[in-house]
T-cell receptor, first 117, second 113 residues
Framework: GAGVSQSPSNKVTEKGKDVELRCDPI?????LYWYRQSLGQGLEFLIY????????KSGLPSDRFSAERTGGSVSTLTIQRTQQEDSAVYLC???????????????FGPGTRLTVT | QQPVQSPQAVILREGEDAVINCSSS?????VHWYRQKHGEAPVFLMI?????EQKGHDKISASFNEKKQQSSLYLTASQLSYSGTYFC??????????????FGKGTKLSVIP
């Protein structure tokens, strides 16, 4: 089946504009994660969804960042009033995690490269 | 909370072995290992659960020492295809049914002929 898909693959925006990044997880995966990776850096956790709810939003860097997930499937990460420091690759991952019990591997999408000018 | 990986970088000749370490100051539920090649998304290698056994995948294996909250990734008889950045992710239960995976800064592995 299809893997995790993200769109757009690249986004260039002007400082101060809002952007929306989309993630389509693997069908049937209940858990969805957003990460941010700056050039040459590790993966920074942003937010985790279990179904449509987000029990952990602790990684969102500021109130300009928000995310939602509808129908237990597609998720959108929105960044308002973008700043240059928001430039990074935004990665989405999904897994079978049910919120309790065993841990499952995460499958990553190809990412969205965001450049704020 | 971010796990510490060591070494930061390593260069190997084909056929040599390497060990990558990952340590955390927090009690862990599991440890994940991923490999990322330049310009690509991270790819899952293995998970080690608390109380679980050492896992292996082909010539790559890993261990998890619960007492020390440390994990090690072992690459034996390295191949050119092993080149990439290896990330460990330490998973903790953060409450309200939520598990947070925190990644280290990565270890860059280069295998040369």
């Amino acid at each position: 089946g299809a893997g995790v898909s993200q769109s757009p693959s690249n986004k260039v925006t002007e400082k101060g504009k809002d952007v929306e990044l989309r993630c389509d997880p693997i069908s049937g995966h209940t858990a969805l994660y957003w990460y941010r990776q700056s050039l040459g850096q590790g993966l920074e956790f942003l937010i985790y969804f279990q179904g449509n709810s987000a029990p952990d939003k602790s990684g969102l860097p500021s109130d300009r960042f928000s995310a939602e997930r509808t129908g237990g499937s597609v998720s959108t990460l929105t960044i308002q009033r973008t700043q240059q420091e928001d430039s990074a690759v935004y990665l989405c991952a999904s897994s079978l995690r049910t919120g309790q019990g065993a841990s499952y591997e995460q499958y990553f999408g190809p990412g969205t490269r965001l450049t704020v000018t | 909370q971010q796990p510490v990986q060591s070494p930061q970088a390593v260069i190997l000749r084909e056929g040599e072995d390497a060990v990558i370490n990952c340590s955390s100051s927090k009690a862990l539920y599991s440890v994940h290992w991923y490999r990322q090649k330049h310009g690509e998304a991270p790819v899952f290698l293995m998970i080690l659960l608390k109380g679980g056994e050492q896992k292996g995948h082909d010539k790559i294996s890993a261990s998890f020492n619960e007492k020390k909250q440390q994990s090690s990734l072992y690459l034996t008889a390295s191949q050119l295809s092993y080149s990439g950045t290896y990330f460990c992710g330490t998973e903790r239960y953060s409450g309200a049914g939520s598990y947070q995976l925190t990644f280290g800064k990565g270890t860059k592995l280069s295998v040369i002929p």
